[in-house]
């Protein structure tokens, strides 16, 4: 596993709404569900979604674009689909810091590279 590292600051990161980061030259979110953090891929293995702009609500983040709900500890999703999953990454609260480990790869798309496009 790669090292943690210093993601967000954790009171910027409202419960319910993904934030979108951008960590090793990849386009990731993190998510409190409930007080609980996650750090996972921002975009939608599904049909490239901009998971930023979903909900996060009973332990999964909901895409905005067709509403599936992906599973934050897991990464699958409920629609019985099992060729798509949603990368998650280990994180943990540090002193009011989100870290998450998440390795240098080559970006898979251009919405990699660029949180902002999305
Ligand atoms: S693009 Fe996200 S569920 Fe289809």
New binding site residues.
């Given amino acids: 596993m790669c090292d943690l590292v210093p993601v967000i600051a954790a009171d910027r990161v409202p419960v319910g709404k993904p934030v979108r980061v951008q960590v090793n030259d990849r386009c990731c979110i993190v998510c409190n569900d409930d007080g609980s953090f996650h750090v996972t891929d921002g975009v939608?293995?599904?049909?490239?979604?901009p998971?930023g702009e979903?909900e996060v609500r009973d332990g999964c983040v909901v895409?905005?674009?067709?509403?599936?709900p992906?599973d934050l500890k897991t990464g699958l999703?409920d629609?019985n689909m099992p060729d798509?999953r949603l990368r998650v990454y280990p994180c943990e609260l540090r002193d009011g810091t989100v870290y998450a480990a998440i390795p240098h790869e080559p970006p898979r798309t251009n919405y990699d590279l660029d949180c902002r496009q999305r």
């Avoid at 939608?44 to 979604?49: E, F, Q, S, W």
């Avoid at 895409?63 to 599936?68: D, G, L, R, T």
């Fill in positions: 939608c293995p599904h049909a490239g979604g998971l979903g895409c905005p674009v067709h509403y599936w992906w999703t629609e798509f």
